[in-house]
């Protein structure tokens, strides 16, 4: 799916009917109160004032449909006049997947919204319950249907380490989201941010940190299965904000660069099958496309370190080649 420039406005926590466990908007996004079409207007005036043409209107946070149906109408009517001279071409909009029906998506089609992201977070009713979610996979299979029938884009979110979930369960998630056939996907590994329930989950010893190392194994698991079916995942990992970098993500898996971390732990996975086999005190070349040597190479030369001592190599080199395309090739061994 091609990516347009985002104009995002931030809607925390409207319409949202569940206090999902995990959750606070306003931390996550660093927007502590809710949007008005005041707020639509002046986004929209800078990019105007600027010059830019062609960009998407995203409302993000909360649950969009779900809220009062005056202020859907008001905030989208407020992208009008932006929408007829083309400083955006289109409107997204995130919602749970029990707060669509026929009618609202005829609604949000009139009014230019292209896009509709439904927050799946997990295909498992158990973990949708411990997470306090409110809704069931049957709701999101239902949803994801009635957005494709609109002729809308779907995009579906889910989460790994959900209360309840372990890695098995995050795999069939993101599987049977690719079932669904989302034109993108949005995979956001547990974070636990402070004031909420999780926290608490977490302080009295009834959930167990979801840390960065366990999602960036989950998160190697899961992406090459959205690759494998041509579903584009658009966000690994919540976006840094100085709030959450501040404090307010108190453990679990929030990291800056979580998606750097996880294409590097593809690579190494991939490497190391490709030295299965080779000598032991070998000097091996391996070659990767250039943009990907960084990857390869892993934080503070951490994948060639790895690498070198589990297979007793002398030395690793990574190598870049045009010709090695997405993945890892052997270049050279050296006895």
Same mark, same amino acid.
């Given at each position: 799916m091609a990516r347009a420039r985002i104009i995002p406005v931030f809607v925390p926590h409207l319409g949202c009917p569940n206090g999902c466990v995990f959750c606070d908007q306003r931390r996550i996004s660093g927007s502590p109160l809710p949007a008005s079409a005041a707020d639509v207007t002046a986004a929209l005036d800078r990019a105007r004032a600027l010059g830019q043409t062609g960009a998407e209107l995203a409302f993000y946070g909360g649950s969009f449909t779900a809220v009062d149906p005056a202020l859907q109408r008001a905030l989208l009517q407020a992208a009008q006049p932006y929408l007829a001279d083309g400083t955006i071409r289109s409107v997204r909009l995130s919602t749970r997947p029990d707060a669509?029906?026929?009618? %609202?998506?005829a609604m949000l089609k009139g009014y230019g919204v292209a896009t509709v992201e439904l927050g799946a977070q997990s295909m498992d009713d158990?973990?949708? $319950?411990?997470?306090? =979610?409110?809704h069931t996979a049957k709701d999101t299979v239902r949803a994801s249907e009635l957005v494709r029938v609109a002729g809308l884009k779907l995009v579906l979110q889910m989460m790994t380490g959900l209360p309840g979930s372990d890695r098995e369960k995050d795999v069939d998630t993101a599987r049977r989201i690719i079932a669904l056939g989302p034109d993108g996907a949005r995979v956001y590994p547990t974070v636990i941010v402070r004031g909420t329930a999780l926290e608490d989950m977490w302080r009295a010893g009834t959930y167990r940190e979801?840390? *960065?190392?366990? $999602? %960036?194994? %989950?998160?190697?698991?899961? /992406? +090459? /299965?959205?690759e494998a079916a041509h579903i584009p995942v658009i966000r690994l990992g919540l976006n840094p904000t100085a709030e959450l970098s501040g404090g307010q993500a108190v453990a679990g898996a929030y990291h800056p660069a979580l998606g750097e971390l996880v294409r590097s732990e593809i690579l190494r996975r991939q490497a190391a099958a490709l030295l299965d086999g080779v000598p032991a005190g070998a000097e091996v070349t391996l070659? *990767?496309? +250039?943009?990907?040597?960084s990857a390869m190479t892993g934080q503070? =030369?951490?994948n060639i370190e790895a690498l070198t001592a589990a297979f007793g190599l002398a030395r690793l080199r990574v190598k870049g080649l045009d010709e090695a395309g997405d993945g890892v090739v052997l270049v050279d061994v050296r006895i």
């Open positions: 669509v029906d026929e009618g %609202v998506l158990g973990v949708l $319950a411990a997470s306090g =979610r409110g979801h840390t *960065v190392a366990d $999602a %960036v194994a %989950v998160c190697a698991d899961i /992406l +090459p /299965l959205f070659g *990767v496309a +250039p943009e990907r040597v503070h =030369r951490a």
